[in-house]
């Protein structure tokens, strides 16, 4: 199932495990979240569209991950490699860009690390399955 090297099916695995991982987390610290980000607990409604575009944004990490990671590999693929490159590229891609705009939005560094908590789980967690299954 891999077409230009990318294994279309550890993709979708890895963006629906991403997304879980998304729902586990936020619904666990959902409250702090809110407070975090300045959020009116009874005003804040998530429509069906937010899911369906955090599903295909998702989809796009896990698809661009795995070809990094067919790209830049040395031909040896493992879960420990995914997993490195999953936190290479939060480290240097999500964590610093968040940590940016939240500085210039003048959010608190609680909604900082909430966020980069999330996008961590989730790009090492895309990574080890792409790493598992193949690029």
């Not at 409250?31 to 295909?56: M, R, Y």
């Not at 990490?61 to 490195?84: C, E, K, P, R, T």
């Not at 964590?95 to 999330?118: F, K």
Request: proline letters at 1%.
């Amino acid at each position: 199932m891999s077409f230009a090297g990318i294994n279309h099916l550890a993709v979708v695995i890895a963006a629906l495990i991403g997304f879980v991982i998304g729902a586990i987390y936020y619904g666990a610290l959902g409250s702090a979240w809110t407070k975090a980000a300045g959020l009116d607990p009874e005003k804040t409604k998530f429509s069906p569209g937010l899911f369906i575009i955090s599903f295909v944004c998702e989809l796009v990490m896990a698809y661009v991950l795995a070809g990094m990671i067919s790209d830049l590999g040395s031909g040896q693929l493992s879960v420990w490699h995914g997993i490195v490159a999953g936190f290479f590229v939060w480290l240097g891609f999500m964590a610093t860009t968040m940590v940016v705009n939240h500085r210039y939005q003048g959010n608190g560094w609680d909604l900082t690390l909430i966020d980069t908590g999330h996008w961590l789980l989730v790009a090492i967690a895309m990574g080890a399955v792409i790493g598992a299954i193949g690029t």
